[in-house]
């Protein structure tokens, strides 16, 4: 029987994560709101990769409901907290759960009723891999540190604060990352000498968003950085010259009232959607923030630049699936894609104390799954890998600006492809 515990529990994660993933997909496609096929298929895979995964359980936050800060149903917000040891013991990661966004009351209503809207949904163990590992072989820097993962079941990358009364919604974004933070303080955050804010996808905007925020949190002695993982949304147009990403945040802010939390040195001058885009608020980040991104983001893909909305022929359907089915042109066209991104963080690279991995991978999310963060087949960028180059940039072991070539000259990706 023992034998057979760990396995079963992995695909038991596994079946749950592609059935919510495959009743998301039917409802919203991929260019709509959740879009979490793609993080399913991340989880499913870090899952599957530890043959005995850490298992780390749920805890609500019992403070949050005299706070108002509770999910989009109005339950409590929770997250999942593994303590540090020795050397570790004074340090924190707290990793931001990424998940999508919802944009009108029809998704936020679908959403309330799954994990990413309730912590009723939510499983009571999840697996703690890459960064959040508690193993020296597959995260050798951070292993030992106390390491939090923040549930997200506000759709606003934690950021949003109000209502919509006749829907029984709760836009509550902002205050859950404020109780969360309260109450990891109230257990001993207070006492960190290092701390680390991340976040993969939806998470790594709120990391973005939050970064100058979380510092804020330590006296000037605690050494604070911040990583935002996939987080990097850029402002495009999509194959039909429109603009799907740009309307889509545009939902989400006006929605769930983000404006009023938004960075006041992008607000004094942009509107609010422009600045719910990363590439208008990394220059202006004072806290050491180091960004990692594919160059050819597979969520951006599927979800911004060539969405079926934006694709009615269905001409980008196999290249948005699987990168080897793109043709020339297609690729040239995500070659585009790729020198905005470059020139976007043109300036925010500039700083000393800012760090860059990106890799010219077809994927999304990399440091929280453990074959793309630190294996024996990893991704690199000149012979280091994901986690090497984060380590070094937090630890100051070495300045880190890793741009890859363009593709397909990388045969280190571990590119996504889906059917």
Known sequence: MGNLFWPCIVAALVFSFWVDAFSEYQYHHFNE???????AQEQAYSSLLGKFPLMVGLTLIQSAAAKGAVCLDGTLPGYHLHRGYGSGANSWIVNLEGGGWCNDVRSCVYRKKTRRGSSNFMEKQIPFTGILSNSAEDNPDFFNWNRVKIRYCDGASFAGDGEHKAARLQFRGQRIWLAAMEDLMSKGMRFAKQA?????????????????EFRGFFPQTTKVKCLSDAGLFLDVTDVSRGHTIRKFFGGVVGLQGVQKNLPRSCTNHLDPTSCFFPQNLIASIRTPLFILN????????????APPSADPRGYWHDCRLNHAKCTASQIQYLQGFRNQMLNDINGFSRSYQNGLFINSCFAHCQSERQDTWFAD?????????????????????AVVKAIDCPYPCDNTCHHLVFR
């Not at 709101?33 to 993080?39: A, F, M, P, V």
């Open 196 to 212: 680390l804010l991340s976040g993969c996808s939806a998470g790594g905007l709120a990391t973005i968003l939050h970064c100058d």
């Open 33 to 39: 709101t959740e879009l979490s096929l793609l993080e």
């Open 377 to 397: 087949n990893s991704p690199v960028i000149g012979n280091k890998a994901i986690a090497l180059a984060v380590g070094d940039w937090y630890f100051d072991r």
């Open 294 to 305: 594919t160059a050819y983001d597979s969520w951006q893909i599927q979800s911004s630049l």
